[in-house]
């Protein structure tokens, strides 16, 4: 199965072709298997990351044809070719800086809870949002992160040109709103925290939401549905005066 790997040394990309051995004929590998086979026989300082091996941490992620998937999980096909996530900045090879998008959320997740009532049951949509596993891949096309990167891509921007990550982005993504709308769906939390993460959520840019086609979840959550319309149906007028 020949597949292709884009690699990135010192600011510049290269395509290297990879012929995968399928370890037996019916195998079916994910991602993962090419990458850590390529790195043992072939590319020995391919860089890239996985921790759990089974989609519970998402630092694998990568994209494939244009598309974030979890490598550990997800098939890959004969043709395909696998490069960094084109929403984040890259480091070397496959690995991007995720730093960024959390450190945003410092400061910002505070619950202003009421108190620590165990036998208080969440709603279900709560339960919901825990299934994240912070892979990221809901960044992909979304007009909100984009603004960090004025419309350029992470990979063909100078560092003056966008705030450091170390910082923290300017601009959100579903991702936080997950963690905001969290915040107010918790039955924990107080009148004023709930308002609290919702102020947070239009200050990270939720007007761009409006009109928006809406985003992929790369463990199925609805995001839509439960994160960004509830987030825009309390936000009502209070959008678009934000800049």
Same mark, same amino acid.
């Given at each position: 199965m020949k597949v292709e790997i884009v690699?990135?040394?010192?600011?510049?990309?290269?395509?290297v072709e990879y012929d995968y051995q399928p370890r037996d004929e019916d195998e079916k590998p994910m991602i993962l298997d090419v990458l850590l086979q390529a790195q043992v026989?072939?590319?020995?300082?391919?860089?890239?990351?996985?921790g759990c091996r089974a989609r519970n941490c998402g630092v694998c992620t990568v994209d494939v044809n244009g598309r974030p998937?979890?490598?550990?999980?997800?098939?890959?096909?004969?043709?395909?070719?696998?490069?960094p996530m084109a929403t984040l900045p890259p480091l070397a090879d496959l690995v991007v800086r995720r730093d960024g998008v959390a450190r945003q959320m410092r400061?910002?997740?505070? =619950?202003?809870?009421? @108190?620590? #009532?165990?036998? !208080?049951?969440?709603?279900?949509?709560?339960?919901?949002l825990t299934a994240c596993i912070e892979c990221y891949a809901c960044l992909h096309e979304c007009p909100m992160h984009a603004r960090n990167f004025h419309g350029k891509a992470p990979a063909d921007i100078s560092t003056g040109d966008q705030?450091?990550?170390?910082?923290?982005y300017r601009w959100g993504n579903p991702f936080s709103l997950l963690k905001l709308q969290r915040i107010r769906i918790d039955p924990l939390t107080s009148?004023?925290?709930?308002?609290?993460?919702?102020?947070? =959520?239009?200050?990270? @840019?939720? #007007?761009?939401? !409006?009109?928006?086609?809406?985003?992929?979840?790369?463990?199925?959550?609805?995001?839509?549905g439960k994160v960004v319309q509830p987030m825009l149906e309390a936000a009502g007028d209070r959008l678009g005066n934000t800049n």
């Open positions: 690699t990135r040394r010192r600011g510049k990309e290269a395509v026989e072939e590319i020995p300082d391919l860089a890239f990351r996985y998937r979890v490598a550990c999980r997800a098939r890959i096909n004969e043709g395909d070719r696998v490069s400061g910002r997740l505070a =619950s202003a809870a009421q @108190g620590n #009532d165990l036998n !208080v049951e969440a709603p279900e949509d709560y339960h919901a705030a450091d990550p170390a910082e923290g009148d004023t925290g709930k308002e609290a993460a919702l102020d947070h =959520s239009i200050e990270l @840019g939720l #007007d761009a939401c !409006v009109g928006c086609k809406g985003c992929k979840c790369g463990v199925g959550i609805n995001l839509m």
